[in-house]
């Protein structure tokens, strides 16, 4: 099992910045990719950005290209998703996602989501 905490959400201006982190525990030793999805009320859950465990690939909505960067600690097991240049349209509930290996296959974990609010 492998649990998830994030933590850095809030109340930001529109053109302000936010940083959320994500941290991961549990069976962490065989994770493959970390990151972040978000999702409005009554819409699907939307991919905002995912960093690969191995080699730091990177990879982006894009939406957010070139105002989010996706980092990662890999000794404290945690993610971070540095948001600048928010709109009001970034406001929603942001959730930590990770994909871990698990007998040969790769299982899905979420956080319990944080709330981003960016006022125009």
């Known amino acids: 099992q492998v649990q998830l905490v994030e933590s850095g959400g809030g109340l930001v201006q529109a053109g302000g910045s936010l940083r959320l982190s994500c941290a991961a525990s549990g069976r962490t030793s065989s994770t493959n990719d970390m990151g972040w999805y978000r999702q409005a009320p009554g819409e699907e859950r939307e991919f905002v950005a995912r960093?690969?465990?191995?080699?730091?690939?990177?990879y982006y909505a894009d939406s957010v290209k070139g105002r989010f960067t996706i980092s990662r600690d890999n000794a404290k097991n945690t993610v971070y998703l540095q948001m600048n240049s928010l709109k009001p349209e970034d406001t929603t509930i942001y959730y930590c996602?990770?994909?871990?290996?698990?007998?040969?296959?790769?299982?899905?974990?979420w956080g319990q989501g944080t709330q981003v609010t960016v006022s125009p």
């Open positions: 960093i690969m465990w191995s080699g730091g690939t990177t």
């Open positions: 996602h990770a994909r871990v290996w698990v007998a040969a296959t790769l299982r899905d974990y």
